[in-house]
């Protein structure tokens, strides 16, 4: 853990937590490069939505649950930002709802891979990733590596914090993608079939209380889910907050 100690009542204390577990993911070689720079485009967009989940986020969170609940072989891609800041509540929610973990990286080294397995297989999940022996059609070799068991055989991928090329790779191979992304307008955001815009770990938490929803309730919820809605509520949203705080309401 972080040497330094941040203390409880830091208004942002939530938020410094988690730059300390990214930055000791990356000492521990968990997290690339450009993971940090990811962490901290996602930060600044938590930001203008307020640092909390919003009600487009709920929304496409009880969809998403829905639709993983629904699937033959729902499976959950994990790279390094998400294994240094949730693995705990990706174990949580994978065991759930039945899902198969795999680590998929788009900087993938088999250092990286094999840290992020032993993570897992430490707190009591094996989880795939380590032997490939298939591909996602259209991305070049290195990120196109996947298992046949998970990703390739997928019917629906819960891929947070993912890029956009990949995503759409997935979406022409027939896949459901869900993504957990605090930028409501990255590729990937616009991509996926279901974007939950709010922060990886706020938006797990909340998916694993919803986890107990019965199949019914489940077909219900997806049939009146309307995703470029939800993304068109998010932007709304960041555009009006921040319009008000322009016009005198900073707290
Ligand atoms: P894209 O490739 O989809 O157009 P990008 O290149 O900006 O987007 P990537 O680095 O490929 O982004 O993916 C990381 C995404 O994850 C970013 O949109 C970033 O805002 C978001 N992000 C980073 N940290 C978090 C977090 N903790 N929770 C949710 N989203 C996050
Ligand atoms: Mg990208």
Redesign the pocket.
Known sequence: MTSFKIPKTHPRYESLI?REKIIDGFKAGIVAH?GL???G???A??YILGEKTNEFALVAERAAVAKLLLSENPVFSVNG?VAA?AADEVIELAKRLNMKVEANL?YRTEERIKKIVDLFRERGLEILGEKPDARIRGLDHARALCTYEGIYSADTILI??????R?KALREMGKYVIT????PM????TTANITIV????R?LKNMIKLADMNKETAKETLQNYKNNKIIEDALSFMSERLHELGNGKIP
């Open positions: 988690k450009a720079i990811a962490h485009r996602g930060e967009f938590d930002n800041l788009f947070p914090l993912e890029d956009g090329d995503t957990i992304d605090l930028n990255s590729r990937t955001a709010d922060e990886l770990t938006a």
